[in-house]
């Protein structure tokens, strides 16, 4: 299987800064995507960030040009710089991965949530 562990939330005020981390273990033969969701009080999940194998990297429209997506490939990581945050930002942040085990199976992982508040 492939687990994955979370860290970084936490409160910040409107305009400061967070990174989210998430690392991804287990017996994993490559990965094929990663992204980072949110979902918000009374919300759906949304996709916030995701970096495909080739390195395309969707955004979306909310976070463009505050969050930045990346990995480190040795270290099976990916990592979620926000900057300038907005109270609107508030929500519970789950990572994602799609990994291929060594055995042959496709796995579609998710983290146990990371809480971040942005306060006004």
């Known amino acids: 299987q492939v687990q994955l562990l979370e860290s970084g939330g936490g409160l910040v005020q409107a305009g400061g800064s967070l990174r989210l981390s998430c690392t991804a273990s287990?017996?994993?033969?490559?990965?094929?995507?990663l992204g980072w969701y949110r979902r918000a009080p009374g919300k759906e999940r949304e996709l916030v960030a995701g970096l495909n194998n080739g390195g395309t990297t969707n955004l979306a429209d909310s976070v463009k040009g505050r969050f930045t997506i990346s990995r480190d490939v040795a270290k099976n990581t990916v990592d979620l710089d926000m900057n300038s945050l907005k109270p609107e930002d508030t929500a519970v942040y789950y990572c994602?991965?799609?990994?291929?085990?060594?055995?042959?199976?496709?796995?579609?992982?998710w983290g146990q949530g990371t809480q971040v508040t942005v306060s006004s």
């Open positions: 994602n991965v799609v990994a291929q085990a060594t055995w042959g199976t496709w796995y579609d992982a």
């Open positions: 287990g017996s994993i033969l490559n990965i094929d995507r």
